[in-house]
């Protein structure tokens, strides 16, 4: 056993004090959010078959993989993956000559970045891929 100062003590009473409070009142996980979307995520990673084909509809109407995602509670890597694998084509393929057009055209209307990937949905990186290449 240590012995400690009568200034050291009450400091770790103090402490442990607080760490028995702690662990005797009830602490709820709700709000915080690593736990909210770690648990989404979870839950929601397995999509059904009737929800992956209202997503291919929604897709083909104009709806972007951010929208969707947000929607469906799934991250948009995952609604890219379940459109690819129902044979779609992304927008944002950035080898696609139709996107490459529409990405250019915004850019030129915008003058900015930020302000193309917002007016067509997609990622900034993307959009600067295509007019760098461009």
């Known amino acids: 056993m240590v012995d400690l100062s009568i200034s050291q003590s009450k400091k ?25 979307t770690a648990r989404r995520r979870k839950t929601l990673r397995a999509l059904s078959p009737t929800a992956v084909a209202e997503m291919v509809k929604l897709y083909r109407t104009g709806a ?12 948009r890597n995952t609604v890219s993956d379940r459109l690819k694998a129902e044979g779609l084509t992304l927008r944002t ?42």
């Open 12 to 36: 770790w009473r103090c402490c442990l004090e607080s760490v028995e409070q702690l662990a005797d009142s009830p602490r709820s996980l709700e709000g915080n959010p690593r736990v909210d």
């Open 64 to 75: 972007t993989t951010y929208e969707l995602a947000e929607r469906f509670g799934c991250h």
């Open 93 to 134: 393929d950035v080898n696609d000559p139709m996107t490459r057009t529409r990405v250019q055209a915004s850019y030129d209307r915008t003058g900015s970045l930020k302000d193309t990937a917002r007016e067509l949905g997609i990622d900034r990186g993307t959009v600067k891929k295509i007019i760098a290449s461009s």
